[in-house]
Nanobody
Framework: QVQLVESGGGLVQAGGSLRLSCAAS????????MGWFRQPPGKEREFVAA????????YYADSVKGRFTITRDNAKNTLYLQMNSLKPEDTAVYYC????????????????WGQGTQVTVSS
């Protein structure tokens, strides 16, 4: 079991920045990747970014490339998402998740999820 707790969401104006954190506890070893997903109002949950546990390879959705940066601090078992140049369309509940299987994009392969943190970007 892995427990995930997100924090750092809030209300920000367009063009602003936020940094999300995701603290992991429990079985934090043996995971292939950690990722961020988001669910805009009335829409399905979608991939935002992911980072592999070994090697630290990063992957991003096209919509956030160049604006968001995913990082991790293994010593603190914490995942981060630095979000810059925020747009109103970034408004969503943001979730962190963990997967054990190889791959990063398929949401169905993520076994553990946090409760989410709301990010609202005003125009």
């Amino acid at each position: 079991q892995v427990q995930l707790v997100e924090s750092g969401g809030g209300l920000v104006q367009a063009g602003g920045s936020l940094r999300l954190s995701c603290a992991a506890s429990g079985r934090t070893y043996g995971n292939y990747a950690m990722g961020w997903f988001r669910q805009p109002p009335g829409k399905e949950r979608e991939f935002v970014a992911a980072i592999t546990t070994i090697g630290g390879s990063t992957y991003y959705a096209d919509s956030v490339k160049g604006r968001f940066t995913i990082t991790r601090d293994n010593a603190k078992n914490t995942l981060y998402l630095q979000m810059n140049s925020l747009k109103p369309e970034d408004t969503a509940v943001y979730y962190c998740a963990v997967r054990r299987s190889i791959g990063v994009f398929d949401i169905r392969e993520y076994a553990y999820w946090g409760q989410g943190t709301q990010v609202t970007v005003s125009s």
